[in-house]
């Protein structure tokens, strides 16, 4: 299939496509010459709103510039309304995810809270990463205060009756939670799920800031149960209220209407970084935090926050959209946006910009938390950007290590051998593309293990399918070991033909050294000095990555029974084996005939046990 050419290379094609486009409301969509999606938007006039896209007296960020350069076709739909191309446009970005509609940036900063309602019982944890490839599942956050988040779930936890563990500790009976009365025993069956759902359905109220709701249900449940004379329950009852009431016991807001619930939100920034901070208030409390951050340069401050706002929103249930949103700034869409809202909700939302009194005050207030933020934030990048330029300077790199990838090998005595491949970006962790591998060379296994050929497997592996326009190239790969390991990764690198890609480092533990490719002797550095700390912080991350996950492999190992090892033995068999000898002592001991009296044993499988246990 043949790329087409972007638009701008043809200005008659391109006038005919603007030409195409009507003077209504609707989504456009944009794609590349291989038909990907570059972004997709929004306008009430979709003929002028993309116009302007290709106009050169249009000043564009440094994002769109380039976005605009790739534009290879136009699709649009048409909507009767605003609000409906709002709706649509939320949809579409969430189906397809378009690169340049990527506003908020996902440094996995702040965690969130997940509740799996796509699964028959769900599960409730904390996580610093959105996965969106399941409609029914609820992401609440970013929550700024991990502490109070982390103390919040474990509380509910504590008061709720929810499933404890991943997996169940017995087979065939509940565990001693369900005996206490913490877990109301999932793992046999012992609740429905649509019991079980109502539970956490109370749990995802505490989330959604609805806590006031909660209690009032709560205190109609324990008087219902009172008159009942089921004291059992209404004390169950009156211990959740009063661990629920000590968690909404925080900073009041003085604000009138104490019974509306309202969001405030406010931004602050510099030429590159935009911090976002936006506060929940329900019956006149504070009961969240939330954090997010965009690129400075992604549009202006009112236009960032309604981004902000409808990427928030469009993943929140409607009874969790407050019925009043305060923004520091104008944004561009305010009516559509407050229409977009008010039909999820089924109720008025109103989006105003505080001009005086409490409301403003309000609004200085989340101000002031995004400014210091953005504070946090601007000291670690300077931090980093120092650490970057003095290891330019160190290893004579022709610009900044934007990516940096390091790599290290965990075993014991070549045992469960493994590899980790940790990046960070601009200094900072970037766990996302954090990779484990496992190796395969037949030659490391118990009792020899060999570092040089483990690390060049791993490096094999990892760019081997390498394309040089790959937009996870590395600036630098970190290699933790000696020459010898260095020595192996540039082998690799030079049968890929790629030697002259990357520029490889390796970093000794003992003494801090730092090795180059076809030098017998380490470069002159200060083990202090800002390059040398960032190198540093790069291989103790990849190590204790890589040791982790050994740990993780050899646990695993200790628990699979040596039954697993037999071929054609499955569970189930295993249960009946173990249910008829007790132990696997006396399955070894047993002869085929014994083995066949177990139900479903047959005589080609009896021998196959058999010979297991008796190799020779």
């Known amino acids: 299939m043949s790329k087409i050419l972007p638009l701008l290379s043809n200005t008659d094609t391109l006038e005919t496509r603007l030409k195409e486009l009507p003077s209504e409301p609707g989504v456009y969509l944009m794609r590349d010459g291989e038909g990907d999606i570059l972004y997709i938007g929004k306008s009430k006039k979709l003929r002028s709103r993309v116009r302007s896209y290709f106009r050169n007296s249009q000043p564009h960020s440094p994002r769109i510039a380039l976005m605009v350069q790739q534009v290879a076709d136009i699709e649009f739909i048409v909507t009767d309304t605003e609000a409906e191309a709002l709706a649509l446009e939320a949809n579409l970005i969430k189906q397809h995810q378009p690169y340049f509609n990527v506003l908020l940036k996902d440094d996995k900063k702040y965690p969130y809270v997940c509740i799996t309602w796509s699964e028959e019982y769900p599960r409730i944890f904390i996580t610093r990463k959105r996965r969106l490839n399941k409609e029914r599942d609820r992401y609440y956050g970013p929550y700024v205060d991990t502490h109070l988040l982390r103390y919040t779930l474990r509380l509910v936890k504590r008061v709720f009756p929810l499933r404890q563990r991943p997996k169940p500790l ?31 359905e109370k749990i995802a109220m505490v ?45 009041k807001v003085s604000l009138p209407d104490d ?82 809202l008010s039909d999820r909700k089924g109720k008025k939302v109103s989006i105003t910009v505080p001009q005086r009194q409490l409301k403003a005050q309000l609004i200085e207030m989340v101000e ?154 380490p470069l002159a550095t200060e083990a202090e000095q800002p390059g040398v700390q960032l190198l540093r912080r790069v291989r103790d991350e990849a190590h204790r990555f890589a040791v982790s996950f050994h740990r993780q492999q050899r646990l695993k190992k200790s628990r699979r029974s040596r ?6 033995l499955g569970f189930e068999r295993q249960k009946q084996l173990l249910a008829y000898f007790h132990s696997i002592d006396y399955i070894r001991e047993a002869s085929i005939e014994q083995l066949q009296q177990v139900s479903g044993i047959g005589e080609a499988l009896a021998k196959e046990i058999y010979n297991y246990f008796h190799p020779h």
């Open 207 to 251: 989330f959604q800031g609805r806590t006031g709701e909660l209690i009032e249900n709560l205190q109609r449940q324990m008087e219902k149960a009172a008159v009942e004379l089921n004291f059992e329950k209404a004390a169950m009852i009156r211990d959740q209220l009063k661990a629920i009431n000590a968690l909404t016991v925080d900073q």
């Open 259 to 340: 019974t509306i619930s309202r969001d405030a939100i406010a931004l602050a920034s510099d030429t590159k970084h935009c911090c976002i901070q936006l506060f929940q208030i329900r019956a006149g409390r504070l009961v969240g935090r939330l954090g997010f951050f965009a690129d400075a340069e992604s549009g202006t401050p009112g236009a960032i926050l309604q981004r902000v706002l409808e990427d928030h929103y469009w993943q929140a249930d409607g009874v969790e959209i407050p019925s009043e949103i305060i923004v520091q700034y104008e944004l561009p869409e305010t009516e559509i946006l407050a229409q977009w």
């Open 170 to 200: 017995f087979k065939d009976r509940p565990c001693l939670n369900y005996d206490i009365g913490k877990c109301p025993g999932v793992c046999q069956g012992l609740i429905s799920p649509k019991d079980y759902h109502k539970i956490v």
């Open 368 to 521: 002031r938390n995004a400014n210091y933020e953005l504070e946090r934030t601007q000291r670690t990048t300077e931090r980093n950007l120092m650490a970057m330029e003095d290891l330019t300077q160190v290893l004579d790199l022709p610009a900044l290590p934007r990516r940096i990838e390091g790599y290290d090998i965990s075993h014991i005595q070549g045992s469960n051998a493994v590899a980790s491949q940790v990046v960070f970006i601009d200094g900072i962790p970037a766990k996302q593309h954090y990779r484990h591998y496992k190796i395969k060379n037949p030659t490391v296994k118990i009792g020899h293990s060999d570092d040089f050929a483990s690390m060049a497997e791993v490096i094999g592996r990892r760019f081997r399918n390498y394309q040089s326009n790959s937009e996870y190239r590395p600036d630098l790969i970190m290699i933790d070991g000696g020459k010898g390991q260095l020595s192996s990764v540039v082998t690799v690198l030079e049968e890929l033909d790629l030697m002259e890609e990357f520029q490889v480092v390796s970093l000794a533990k003992q003494r801090e050294e730092i090795f180059l490719p076809g030098e017998s002797q």
């Open 563 to 568: 039954l697993d090892e037999i071929p054609g």
